[in-house]
C-alpha cells in the first residue's frame, strides 16, 4: 500500500483519536504514580506495599517512557506532571488522616478495571499497529496485576462482593 498509512507505522502520522489517547494515558499514569507514592506511604500492609511498588516500577514508569517518547517523536506536547512523592512515615500520619489498606487495594483495583476498558478503545480506534499494539500491550500487563489484586482482596477480605445470587433449589424449581 502506498501513501501516508503505507510503510513503517512509526513514520505513519497520528489520528487526532491516537493522540488524544496517547496524552490522556500519559497524564493517567503520571497521576497515578504520584497517587500510589501516596497510598505506600499510608499502607500497612506489606503484600499490598509490595504489590504498588513492583506495579510502579515494572508498570507505570516503562508505560510513562514508552508513552513520553511516542509523544515526542510526533511531535506532541507533553501534559504536564505532579511531582513525585517524598516517602513519609506511617506512624506520623494521624489515625483519622489514613487510607487504611482495603481504601487503596479497591480504588488501585478500579483504576485498573478503568484502564482496562481505555485500553480496549484506544486499540479500537487506532490505525497504526504499533499505537494498537501498545495499548494491547498495557492491556495484557494490566489484567494480569488485577488477577493478582483480585486474589490479594479476597484473601485480605477487602472485597465487597455485589449482591450475589443463589438459586433455591433445583433448576427446574427456580422460576424463569
Do not use: C
Not at 54 to 68: A, F, G, H, S, Y
Not at 79 to 106: K, S
Amino acid at each position: 500500500m502506498k501513501g501516508v498509512l503505507g510503510g513503517n507505522p512509526q513514520k505513519e502520522p497520528l489520528h487526532y483519536g491516537e493522540v488524544f489517547d496517547l496524552s490522556t494515558t500519559l497524564a493517567g499514569h503520571q497521576a497515578v504514580l504520584s497517587g500510589y507514592q501516596v497510598f505506600i506511604n499510608h499502607t500497612g500492609d506489606s503484600d499490598l506495599r509490595s504489590f504498588l511498588e513492583d506495579k510502579i516500577e515494572n508498570v507505570i514508569r516503562p508505560n510513562i517512557q514508552q508513552l513520553t517518547e511516542i509523544l515526542k517523536a510526533n511531535g506532541v506536547a507533553l501534559p504536564p506532571a505532579p511531582p513525585e512523592r517524598p516517602t513519609a512515615d506511617l506512624e506520623g500520619i494521624p489515625a483519622g488522616a489514613r487510607i487504611n489498606d482495603a481504601e487503596i487495594a479497591v480504588t488501585v483495583s478500579k483504576d485498573i478495571a478503568t484502564g482496562l476498558v481505555a485500553y480496549s478503545q484506544a486499540m479500537g480506534k487506532a490505525i497504526r499497529e504499533d499505537i494498537a499494539m501498545l495499548f494491547g500491550q498495557f492491556h495484557m500487563v494490566d489484567a494480569q496485576y488485577g488477577a493478582k489484586l483480585l486474589k490479594m482482596l479476597k484473601k485480605k477480605g477487602w472485597l465487597v462482593p455485589p449482591p450475589l445470587h443463589i438459586a433455591q433449589g433445583s433448576p427446574e424449581e427456580v422460576p424463569v
